[in-house]
C-alpha cells in the first residue's frame, strides 16, 4: 500500500487514480465523522461527499506533517462540515441554563459488555448541542476553549453540555447493560 505522501503527491498531479484510491482508503472514516454529528444517513453522506470536493479542492494548500496528516487534516474538514450542517439545519443554540433531569444521579456506565455500533447510535441520540460538543471533545480532542470559539458559545457551556452528555449516555448505557443481561 502507498503511504500518504506518495498518494499525496499523485494527488496534487492530477491523478484521477490516485484520488479513488484516496476516497476508497477514507470514505469509511469520513461516514463515521459524519455521522456522530450527523444521524440521518442521506445528510451525513453530503457532508461527505462535499469534504472530498472540497478536500481535493483545496489540497494543494495543504502541508504533509507525516504519515496520519493527510487523514487527519481532511476528516477535520468533514467534521467542520458536519459541524455548520448541525448549525444550519437546527438552529444549533446552546443555553447556561438546564432543567433538573434524572440523569443528573448517574456518573459512569460499564461499556466493556456494549457493541460500538450500539454507543454509537446512543450518541446519535444525544439532543444536538450535547453531541456536538461531545463529538469535539471525545473524537477531536479538542478543549472547552476551542468548543467554545468554534460554536460560539461560552467555555463554561461547553464544559456543561459535555457533563450532560456523558450523564445521558451513561444512562443510556446502564439501561442497555440492565436489559441485556442474561
Avoid at 472514516?29 to 456522530?36: C, E, I, K, L, P
Avoid at 487523514?71 to 455548520?84: C, E, M, P, Q, T
Avoid at 460560539?152 to 459535555?162: D, G, L
Wanted: a negative charge; one cysteine or more; hydrophobic letters at 35%.
Amino acid at each position: 500500500m502507498e503511504t500518504e505522501k506518495e498518494l499525496l503527491d499523485k494527488i496534487v498531479d492530477g491523478d484521477r487514480t490516485a484520488m479513488r484510491r484516496f476516497y476508497d482508503r477514507y470514505a469509511g472514516y469520513a461516514m463515521a465523522t459524519s455521522r456522530r454529528y450527523i444521524p440521518d444517513y442521506d445528510a451525513a453522506q453530503d457532508i461527505v461527499q462535499d469534504s472530498f470536493v472540497k478536500c481535493f479542492t483545496n489540497i494543494g494548500k495543504f502541508k504533509y506533517m507525516g504519515e496520519g496528516s493527510l487523514k487527519g487534516w481532511f476528516l477535520r474538514i468533514v467534521s467542520n462540515a458536519a459541524i455548520d450542517y448541525v448549525k444550519k439545519q437546527s438552529g444549533l443554540c446552546f443555553t447556561d441554563e438546564f432543567p433538573e433531569t434524572d440523569y443528573d444521579d448517574v456518573d459512569e456506565a460499564d461499556v466493556e459488555d456494549v457493541p460500538l455500533d450500539v454507543i454509537n447510535e446512543f450518541i446519535g441520540q444525544l439532543p444536538v448541542g450535547y453531541r456536538a460538543v461531545f463529538n469535539l471533545y471525545v473524537f477531536e480532542k479538542k478543549s472547552h476553549k476551542e468548543i467554545a470559539q468554534q460554536l460560539n458559545i461560552k467555555e463554561n457551556s461547553s464544559a456543561s453540555q459535555f457533563s450532560r452528555a456523558k450523564k445521558m449516555l451513561a444512562r443510556m448505557i446502564n439501561d442497555f447493560v440492565k436489559n441485556n443481561k442474561q
